[in-house]
């Protein structure tokens, strides 16, 4: 198994920013009409962000993969790093991965995630899938939740408080 990347020395303010960056990134995903999660791919060593997505299910091409977690992976992979292999790269995203997710950073061999929001019902890690520590499989690396939390649970509540409202708006509209 590979050496597994020392997150706790990294510290709280360079992952502040670089969640604020993810952030961003979710920002754009709203702006877009798309649920606002953003992730962003840091090189552990020189602390390079290397690659930025946001949630792409919505948009063109219609991808129900196309999660910020995965279309990051995909844009470190393909332009970066030129291997399938993310072992010296840290995955940010504003909201706690799903399953599918953890496990593509599983198969992609991350150093390591770090997220924002907790997702009750949809998170990986809430839902009990500790994928990343799972012995079984043949990679395992640090995970570190509620990062800058507030601040990114706030963008997804703010935009599913506008978009129920806008629904109930469209609702009278239609019984009028």
Request: aromatic share 8%.
């Amino acid at each position: 198994m590979e050496k597994m990347v020392m997150m706790e020395k990294i510290e709280l303010r360079e992952h502040i920013l670089r969640m604020q960056a993810a952030l961003v990134q979710a920002k754009i995903a709203e702006e877009k009409g798309e649920v606002p999660i953003g992730a962003v791919m840091v090189e552990v060593n020189s602390g390079e962000m290397v690659a930025h997505a946001f949630n792409r299910r919505r948009l063109p091409p219609f991808d129900p993969c196309g999660h910020a977690e995965i279309l990051a992976m995909r844009e470190s992979c393909e332009k970066v790093v030129h291997d399938w292999r993310l072992n010296s790269y840290l995955l940010y995203v504003t909201l706690e991965p799903c399953p599918m997710c953890l496990a593509a950073m599983v198969q992609a061999r991350v150093g390591g995630l770090i997220f924002g929001a907790y997702d009750k019902k949809g998170g990986a890690l809430s839902l009990g899938y500790a994928l990343h520590r799972d012995s079984r499989l043949n990679h395992r690396f640090p995970v570190l939740g509620g990062i800058y939390e507030l601040e990114c649970a706030g963008v997804l509540r703010d935009f599913f408080k506008k978009r129920r409202s806008m629904d109930s708006f469209h609702m009278e509209i239609l019984r009028s």
